[in-house]
């Protein structure tokens, strides 16, 4: 892609949470010398995976423009400098109703511009919601107008990455930019294959039968959610490999109120993956079965914390260091999918030799 490979790329990975996409651009041999984001407790899972990439925390909207320079060297007009921006995507997201609470994320973008327009890196990558497309008060058009402007080109397009390697079925807005000259700008070369959840989850690939409520002490993290009576009793009659909740409606003891009438609405919630084919989006809402078709293929459980991370492409040793279950789910549900990130990586690095 780049001329002079001997000159290692570096990135900054804005919005960076527990590490996805500077896990993905690490593997695809990217210097990540920093991630940035003001939620404190993804700070540990970040360093102990990344060793190296230096965790920054700090709300963007305070962040001097000069930081980088100041306390890496980051020089300007760098083109193997990479800068990430997946800003948080609540505003844009059709899951949250209540936008008023996620107000503040809307303009997010147009604060990792500023760094872009004081820094010129070589290359942009974006990563969000396809709402950021369609919503009626998105920043988009201004941030692209803006990129052209300093001149970059860039492709952009809302993506399927259980079509990139990612067993998962997770749309996702996704653009990549560069201002050097001569560069074919597209994104990532589609798999041969579609990965499934029989690929990569189940006894054959590491992973042991377990019940509800299973809490695993080891770094494999494999726990999952508890489960009451009724619940269990609920996934005892669903189907295995995609059954619904519909299997049970017919049974007041075991139907919910919120779901009378309404066979037609919300049939995922309650369900089991399908072995065959990519899992839902992973949300941070994964250990609940309530929440999604979040409930293992055949065993009477959710997925774990480990399944969950598997299904988000991390590495089997990417440990969450929190004090929670919950905090976990969040940290993961959150990221960049890190084999995606690999593949945006690779596109730069060595145009998609995988």
Not at 85 to 99: A, E, F, L, M, R
Not at 307 to 329: C, H, I, R, W
Not at 345 to 352: A, D, H, P, R
Request: proline fraction near 4%.
């Amino acid at each position: 892609m780049a001329e002079n490979q001997n000159h290692k790329f570096k990135a900054i990975d804005f919005f960076c949470g527990g590490g996805g996409m500077t896990c993905g651009l690490r593997q695809a041999g990217i210097d990540v010398i920093a991630g940035v984001d003001f939620d404190k407790n993804a700070r540990e899972t970040y360093e102990f995976n990344n060793p190296g990439s230096v965790f920054v925390y700090s709300d963007i909207t305070e962040l001097s423009l000069d930081y980088f320079e100041t306390n890496f060297g980051v020089q300007k007009n760098d083109d193997r400098l990479i800068m990430v921006g997946c800003s948080p995507c609540q505003y844009y997201s059709i899951i949250n109703t209540d936008h008023s609470k996620a107000e503040k994320s809307k303009d997010l973008l147009m604060n990792f511009y500023k760094f872009i327009e004081h820094y010129m890196p070589g290359y942009i990558l974006v990563e969000n919601v396809p709402g950021i497309l369609t919503n009626k008060e998105t920043v988009l058009p201004k941030f692209l107008e803006h990129i052209e402007n300093l001149g970059y080109n860039h492709k952009e397009e809302v993506v399927d990455m259980s079509q990139y390697g990612v067993p998962q079925s997770r749309h996702r807005f996704s653009l990549i930019a560069t201002r050097l000259k001569g560069v074919n700008v597209s994104l990532p070369k589609k798999a041969e294959k579609v990965l499934t959840v029989a690929d990569v989850l189940g006894e054959k690939n590491g992973f042991p039968k377990i019940k509800a409520g299973f809490q695993d002490n080891t770094d494999f993290q494999h726990s999952v959610a508890g489960l009451n009576e009724v619940s269990l009793q609920r996934m005892a009659l669903t189907p295995h490999n995609g059954g619904n909740r519909l299997s049970w409606a017919d049974r007041p003891e075991l139907q919910l109120n919120c779901y009378i009438g309404k066979n037609d609405s919300f049939k995922d919630n309650y369900g089991r993956m399908w072995w065959d084919k990519p899992s839902p989006t992973i949300t941070t809402k994964f250990l609940s079965i309530s929440n999604g078709r979040f409930a293992h293929p055949e065993e009477d459980r959710a997925i774990s914390i480990r399944e969950g991370a598997t299904l988000q492409s991390f590495p089997k040793d990417y440990v969450f260091k929190t004090n929670s279950m919950a905090g976990a789910a969040r940290i993961i549900g959150n990221a960049v999918p890190c084999e995606y990130a690999r593949r945006l990586g690779c596109w730069i690095t060595n145009g998609e030799k995988f």
